[in-house]
């Protein structure tokens, strides 16, 4: 359910919020974009910068 592949409590609540949200528009489709795709220095670790990074780095590598 996340990027890193772990799943918790906040991450499983925000993703029941954003169904809530979706469930009057059963017909439709939505994208989420959580965060942007930026890869900066942040000054604290609770951003999911780190991961991006990591993920950017791995498409890098294994030329995709």
């Not at 942007?36 to 990591?54: C, K, L, Q, S």
């Amino acid at each position: 359910m996340s990027a890193s592949g772990l799943v918790s409590g906040d991450d499983s609540e925000i993703i029941k919020l954003a169904q809530d949200g979706l469930r009057p528009y059963p017909n439709e489709t939505a994208l989420f974009e959580m965060g942007g795709r930026d890869t900066h220095d942040e000054e604290h670790m609770v951003t999911e910068t780190a991961i991006r990074a990591f993920y950017k780095y791995y498409r890098q590598v294994m030329d995709v």
